[in-house]
């Protein structure tokens, strides 16, 4: 199975600022990232495919980048609609596996 | 417009059988590369990948718990089915259909509600 170990677990900031989550995978997963918004009570939502490919409906303040076995998501100008856990998914192979999750909170 | 619709007992007792459905529209299971996966969250914590069931009936199972579950689907491509067995307190949890695709590999894009299941006693 591939582990995905995402970082930070939470994460604390104050509207307008920018931060970043990062995922490492055990092996190379070839862009096969994805990420996820998932607020209390909801699904997980679909932000970002294949690294960096937005979803329709996904503001352009999130972003994704990254290669091989490291890869980012940012969120610049956070709003406070953004507050909620994110996840991030490797799908080249099975099983699918997802990372632990990180909490954004309001400062 | 694809939707998807967990349903299940809410409560069940330990070592009892779990039985899930996800009863979906807005896309058929007989479409060629067509997947429907069960995800699971316990409460607080991240997800994981239970298992697919795909267009042609292939199914995929997660390694570490493939011995006690069984992915099917009827045969009008509307719903599939979950089952899983010896359920223990661990397998508390909002049980999630998504949906995927073969091929080309693609995230789950499409996710039902989730239904809360609860291993009790």
């Known amino acids: 199975d591939i582990q995905m170990t995402q970082s930070p677990p939470s994460l604390s900031a104050s509207l307008g600022d920018k931060v970043t989550i990062t995922c490492q995978a055990s092996?190379?997963?070839?862009?096969?990232i994805a990420w996820y918004q998932q607020k209390p009570g909801k699904a997980p939502r679909l932000l970002i495919r294949?690294?960096?490919t937005l979803e329709s409906g996904t503001p352009s303040r999130f972003s994704g980048s990254g290669s091989g076995r490291d890869y980012s998501f940012s969120i610049s100008n956070v709003e406070s609609e953004d507050i909620a856990s994110y996840y991030c998914?490797?799908?080249?192979?099975?099983?699918?596996?997802f990372g632990g999750g990180t909490k954004l909170e309001l400062k | 417009q694809v939707t998807l619709k967990e349903s299940g007992p809410g409560m069940l007792q330990p070592s009892k059988t779990l039985s899930l459905t996800c009863s979906f529209s807005g896309f058929s299971l007989s479409t060629s590369g067509m997947v429907v996966s069960w995800i699971r969250q316990p409460s607080g914590k991240s997800l994981e990948w239970l298992a697919a069931?795909?267009?042609?009936?292939?199914?995929y199972y997660n390694p570490s718990l493939k011995s006690r579950l069984t992915v099917s689907k009827n045969t009008s491509n509307t719903q599939v089915f979950l089952k899983i067995t010896s359920v223990d307190i661990a397998d508390t949890a909002t049980y999630y259909c998504a949906r995927d695709t073969t091929g080309i590999p693609t995230p789950f894009d499409y996710w039902g509600q989730g239904v809360m299941v609860t291993v009790s006693s």
């Open positions: 294949y690294t960096s």
């Open positions: 069931i795909d267009w042609d009936g292939d199914k």
């Open positions: 998914l490797q799908y080249v192979n099975l099983p699918r596996t």
């Open positions: 092996q190379n997963i070839n862009k096969y």
